[in-house]
Nanobody
Framework: QVQLVESGGGSVQNGGSLRLNCAIS????????MAWYRQAPGQEQNLVAR???????DYSDSVKGRFTISRDDAKNTVYLQMTNLKPEDTDVYYC?????????????????WGQGTQVTVAS
């Protein structure tokens, strides 16, 4: 199956920048899309940004113009570059990758999640 390991979270001041990394490993046939979500304690998980295999992207209104999702196929890594961070961006961020993998003669869908990384923005 597919495993995701996130890194890059931390604490910054209002207006600062961080880059989140999500390393993808495991056997798979193809990736359909990659995304970053965020979630505060006791709150729903919300989509931050999504990148399709074809290169299309979309962002939540709250991060448009400040965050950029990208991928490096050579490094099997998806990134979330975050600039002009605000206190309301404080959350746990999760990487999500969906795609297809082969198990013997079957082709199956996978929907993998990272362990989460904390981002804290001080006012």
């Amino acid at each position: 199956q597919v495993q995701l390991v996130e890194s890059g979270g931390g604490s910054v001041q209002n207006g600062g920048s961080l880059r989140l990394n999500c390393a993808i490993s495991g056997d798979y046939l193809r990736i359909i899309d990659m995304a970053w979500y965020r979630q505060a304690p006791g709150q729903e998980q919300n989509l931050v940004a999504r990148l399709t295999a074809g290169g299309g992207s979309d962002y939540s209104d709250s991060v448009k113009g400040r965050f950029t999702i990208s991928r490096d196929d050579a490094k099997n890594t998806v990134y979330l570059q975050m600039t002009n961070l605000k206190p309301e961006d404080t959350d746990v961020y999760y990487c999500n990758v969906r795609g297809r993998w082969r198990r013997f003669e079957e082709i199956l869908d996978f929907d993998s999640w990272g362990q989460g990384t904390q981002v804290t923005v001080a006012s």
